[in-house]
């Protein structure tokens, strides 16, 4: 049914979502994006699916945004501009909005949109030896649809330390974020992720499924408002110079012109 992710369901009702572009380290192009929203509509219409485990395949989680589709909306209309960034921002708000509590198992490294992946889960467990980092800044973009799922995450203060720097940083600071809940040998990931997902199983689904629209209403707004506000954010930063000849430096393997040693 899918190309660029698998959805596999247990007798328990246990959804692993697993991103898979492994060879391109699980970059959201738009055909991941298209399906991941879908995915999110059939999984939160099944009465049957308890739980969704969040991951990747491969040796990284999720590289953020595919660059070339970036770069494709770089050079497009103003009109397709808005619509792509608009499936995106859907995208994030979709999976942020699955009934089911939602477990990530972040198996990899996560930069960019990787760490917005990680924002929607109601907990995320990650391996002690992965690097993460908000890069946008980097190429001469920002962190625009997945700000307000990070935020909402992170806590406004402890998200100015990583936010705008594009600086890596480990799981153990990841955890002392708020982005990660623990931070585990790879080889303990699988039992820590069976250790979230087991006191589910004993819960009435449809008050789980309360509860966490509760949690989500008393917590960060995240609207229709709020998301036209990083959708508009997001293209004024697409159409700027410096976004422009940060992606180009990044497919020509050189500096972008800000770099300084």
């Not at 992710?5 to 898979?20: F, H, K, S, Y």
């Amino acid at each position: 049914m899918y190309e660029t992710i698998t959805v596999e369901t247990d007798a328990r009702g246990v959804a692993t979502l697993t991103l898979n572009r492994a060879d391109k380290h699980n970059a959201m192009s738009a055909q991941m994006i298209a399906e991941l929203t879908e995915a999110a509509a059939r999984i939160a219409a099944d009465r049957t699916v308890r739980v969704v485990i969040l991951t990747g395949a491969g040796a990284s989680f999720c590289a953020g945004g595919d660059l070339k589709w970036m770069q494709a909306q770089m050079a497009a209309d103003p009109e397709t501009r808005y619509a792509e960034a608009r499936k995106l921002a859907e995208m994030l708000f979709a999976m942020n909005t699955l009934p089911q509590p939602v477990i990530g198992a972040i198996q990899g490294n996560a930069f960019g949109g990787g760490l917005g992946l990680i924002s929607i889960c109601d907990v995320a467990i990650g391996v002690e030896t992965l690097k993460l980092g908000f890069t946008e800044t980097r190429l001469g973009l920002i962190p625009a649809t997945i700000s307000p799922y990070c935020l909402a995450r992170m806590g406004e203060a402890m998200a100015r330390r990583v936010f705008m720097s594009a600086r890596l940083f480990g799981a153990a600071e990841a955890v002392t974020l708020g982005l990660l809940a623990q931070a585990v040998p790879a080889e303990a990931l699988a039992e820590a992720i069976e250790a979230e997902v087991k006191p589910y199983l004993a819960c009435a689904p449809s008050a789980v499924a309360a509860s966490k629209r509760l949690a989500r209403d008393m917590g960060t707004v995240i609207d229709d408002a709020v998301i036209d506000r990083t959708i508009r954010a997001l293209v004024t930063q697409w159409e700027t110079e410096e976004a422009k000849a940060g992606v180009a430096a990044f497919f020509d393997k050189r500096k972008a012109p800000w770099i300084q040693e």
